[in-house]
């Protein structure tokens, strides 16, 4: 684990360095300027570009389901008698826990409260409420499934076939390009794709770190009695990136790594307490009908821009929701690509899209389907809460944490600790990534250097500080929006690069391959 002999691309790390912190300084200096200055932007990216974000993420699917089904899917990710490394469970729990973190246990609760009284596909609320009362069950599988994992899944196979079958040692996504850009990736253009990438995953680290503070905040207020307030906000934010700095700092990464398995029981504990005191034949009910909606209007909620009444749905969680994969698609791709050698295509395809989107289905089943409950059996008037705090997810969120039985003295604790510890893993993996990608001759078992981790860390902390200023959650939406428009170009041409590539190698095989398994292969009857 030497750091000595890696070196720093200066021409990569400070201007992203620079801008980011420019940014998160001037959003703190100017907050009033810099919430008009989001609306702007956030109206124009969204409306005038959400059809370039839908039919991308449908793309995606599309893309990804045709190719684990076709011949390509049978070809190795790696030397034909490469085995994979770990097994599925492991593999597949691996994924998911590093996709998802503060996110997932942030939206799972909240966000069907918000669809609860919306128009959403021109239903009238207070006309249809049974109607509104399933959309908001459906909306949450939809937007926490397929689509979303299948923008993650896209950059893994361009990346991995670099990696293990061209042995490109492709820590940096523009040489999953070479195969179309060719030399052109050691170059400025190269440099360019870099550069897009650097910020897609500091842009979706915002967003994440943006919700995640606030949320912290509510929750600490809870347990001390403390008002929530922006300078506890900026308590927790500075303890946060302390803590994460002393950690890298004392190299304490196998400690992070225990921290996140323990995290994984945590969320075991929370989910099933949930689905205990349920109700749990509502939550079954419910997930059972969700799917049901989700599959059936697949295609309509894939493509629904509003176009006549630009409502703003689209615009403010699908689109937004599929941005903020994309700005993360960069680092799960450099992920899923190390840990998947010895796998074949297919198995990858499939395992990422059906094991990722059937964990996010069932946060979203349990608490999501318990938050629905508290509204349609009249427990809790949540909407009203969210509504009359001001849209404060925070303070909504706690309400219904609170309404549970042993919500205060059990629930509350162990939820705070979950949140404390996703988010520390989350901003220790953002930091390493980003760290490595602006380190060159790196080689497979060395760590980027201590400094620059630390320094990606704090960089991350002050672009937070300078979104919750303007204490705008549209702040810490677009964050990962205007990182992700010119991340979906990069995330095309790699798909291009990948086809090609695959054409090369194994064209002729492919065509010319007959599947038929001699007699004595077939099992007999019994
Ligand atoms: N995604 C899954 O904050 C986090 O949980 C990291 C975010 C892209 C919405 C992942």
Redesign the pocket.
Known sequence: MSESSSKIDHGLMWPSVIVTGIIGLLLSLFPEAGKKAVDNLFAFITHDFKWLFLLFGLFCVLFLIWLGMSKWGDIKLGDPEDEPEFSTYAWAAMIFCA??????VYWAFIEPVYYLNTSILHVDPAAQKGMIGELAGMYGQFHWGITPWAIYALPTFPIAYAIHVKKIPALRLSAACRGIIGKKADGAFGRLIDIVVIFAMIG?VGT?LGLAVPLGTALVGEITGLPESFTLQVCVLVVWTALFTITVWAGLKKGIAKLASINTYIAYFLLIYVFIIGPTTFILNNWCNSLGLMFSDFFKLSLWTDPVTNGGFPEGWTVF?WA??VA?APMMGLFVARISRGRTIRQVVFGELVYGSLGCWIFFAIWGGYAINLQTSGTLDVYTVLKESGWSNNVTIVAILRAMPGGKYIFIPVFTILCSI?LAT?LNSAAYTLSSQVTTELSGNQEPPRWNRTLWGLILGLLALGLLSTGALKAVQLSSIIVALPMIPVLILMVFSLMKWLKEDYGELVAAKVKVLPPEKIKPVI
């Not at 996709?99 to 997932?104: D, E, Q």
Request: aromatic fraction near 36%; avoid cysteine; charge should be neutral.
């Open positions: 996709g998802i973190g503060i996110a997932i979706g994440s929701y903020w994969w993360y996703f989350t």
